[in-house]
């Protein structure tokens, strides 16, 4: 306010890089932030010395919701029963929800010690680009449904922790607002569009916007029935029913957020509809994105895209296999969380067997049900190379607030750091070589 009254408007990052004295110290989970921009003149120093410092607030998490699953519970009391379904559920019986936790506890590791002291690193490269840890952000569509401005939090969040973050096709914020918080740590999923102008329109948007790395979707050959979200009264488009007015008032918080921002509306795609209704923006989503992809789209997206294009959602080593042979420069193994196809196997079941498929020639990125950094780990040890996370970084924001994504990312990595020191490695590769129990 003080600004805008001095004659100009500071953006939130501007605010909240004002919260700090010139270079936050550098950790080995957080690397340093970059340079603040100061408001040096006259009255405006004093947001120099906000009272709420970053790392106080993310020390109070640390203490308070040491585990992911704490903001889980915090994040299901703060949201509409209707978001929380969305977010929660899988398909079918969801035995496969079960199943991709599960998967994780069955790989049991032979810690070794007598090492000295040991300091393990996380940085990791990808695609030429450096990370500060192999973990990241997985697409989730219509986020502002969760909390508003998700996409924006988290976008910051990569940006400071330097972790990628991935933007769905149908998430609710555009490639050009969440460009301008991303930094170079943007990446792009695309729900290939039937219309080869819209794709390549969207693709066009997505890389002048910072997006440099395309993560191309083929595990939604069809929306699945998802019934529990049915049953919480979620359709497309949503519609305000009483018992959705009833959830609103009962959740203060999130009613005034979402009434500040707008209801969550398909931003991105809306774009092509020449209508911002959502009925119409949904039927253009139904009818216009998905259920196109074959091995040719894949070559066709590789020579439109400038830059690493990776498929996501291979289950199986063949289509692994395939994906190499049509230009694909990633192999992302993924169940789509669960919510797809409910007779898949677990995609920490199948990383083995891609793993050998693929034999090092492409890097393997990786998700479904990693919840804790000694998942993160096992993932690695089976042979992915970059770990991403889907709902938890939701839960971070919709609990905690636009922070509650760093506290996400520097749980996950601490306890990757930990659990490798744990079994007496300092790096991936070391830790590829030690020894495990899998029954
Ligand atoms: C609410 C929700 C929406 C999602 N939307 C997308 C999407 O738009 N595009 C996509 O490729 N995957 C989408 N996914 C799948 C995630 O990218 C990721 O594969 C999954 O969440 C990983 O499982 P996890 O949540 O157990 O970490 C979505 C997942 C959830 C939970």
Known sequence: MVCTFLGFTPTEDQLFYSHYPCTRPSTKLSPGLPSPIIFRTGITNFLYFQPMAYKKQLERFAQRYPRIEDLAQKAKKRV??????????????????????????????LPRFCKGVLEATTQTTLFGQ???????????GLTGLL????????????HR???????????TETPETVGRHVGDMGWFQLYPPKDKDVRNSLLQRAKEAGFHTLVVTADVPMASRRERSKRAGLTMPPKITPRMLWQGM????????????GL????????????????????????RLGGTLDWDYCKELKEAWDGPVVVKGILHPQDAAKAIDSGMDGIYVSNHGARQ???????????????????????ILFDSGVRTGLDVMRALYLGADFVLVGRPFVWGVAALGKYGGDHVANILIDDLQNNMVQLGVETVDALRKADAVID
């Open 80 to 109: 509409p029963h209707v978001a929380w379904e969305y977010l929660d559920a899988g398909t079918g019986d969801e035995s496969l929800l079960h199943h991709n936790r599960t998967a994780f506890q069955h790989i049991r590791f």
């Open 130 to 140: 450096t990370y500060s840890a192999p973990i990241g952000m997985a697409p989730i």
């Open 147 to 158: 909390w508003p401005r998700v996409e924006h939090y988290l976008a910051a969040t990569a």
């Open 161 to 171: 922790l330097q972790i990628p973050f991935c933007l769905s096709t149908v998430a």
């Open 250 to 261: 009962i959740h203060p918080a999130y009613s005034y957020q979402t009434l500040l921002r």
């Open 264 to 287: 969550p509306r398909l931003r991105t795609v809306e774009h092509y509809t020449n209508n911002n209704d959502m009925k119409f923006v949904s039927g253009f989503v139904g009818n």
């Open 341 to 363: 196809f409910n007779g898949a196997v677990t995609a920490l079941g199948a990383l083995p067997a891609i793993a050998k498929e693929v034999n090092a020639k492409v890097p």
